[in-house]
């Protein structure tokens, strides 16, 4: 089941290398969540899966919304994502698979980082930082 393996906690960041060998990080700080990628070539389809879980005591009913974009100058784009589901409906305790897609826009610099974040307003805490990009032409 996939929302099994899924369901424990991470202990610890780690780091996959080339070489099938894997470095277990721990920090005394609290370490800086991991961001989805959503990249693709210009007039292309970028997609992504996240994983959305109530850690509230009631039922959530919630739209997912996402940020502006920005680039490292600070300009910022406003792409338009497709959520499916795009209303999050939990019980307290459950969790749900959101896919994700967009068309990387030509508006978007080729190998240029626009940051943002993916959020269920209904769902304090739940902000997915998301890294959009346009592959090199």
């Given at each position: ?70 680039d490292p100058t ?30 990387i826009g030509s ?31």
């Amino acid at each position: 089941d996939l929302f099994a393996t899924m369901a424990e906690p991470v202990k610890a960041a780690s780091t996959h290398f080339g070489n099938g060998r894997v470095s277990a990080t721990t920090t005394a700080s609290t370490p800086k969540p991991a961001a989805m990628v959503l990249e693709a070539a210009p007039e292309s389809l970028a997609q992504g899966v996240f994983l959305v879980e109530n850690h509230l005591q009631h039922d959530v009913d919630s739209a997912v919304v996402a940020s502006f974009f920005k680039d490292p100058t600070g300009f910022a784009v406003q792409p338009a994502f497709a959520f499916d589901p795009a209303q999050i409906s939990l019980k307290p305790g459950e969790q749900m698979l959101v896919r994700v897609t967009t068309t990387i826009g030509s508006d978007l610099e080729p190998d240029v980082r626009y940051v943002g974040e993916f959020m269920v307003p209904g769902l304090k805490g739940t902000a997915i930082p998301v890294v959009l990009r346009s592959r090199g032409r």
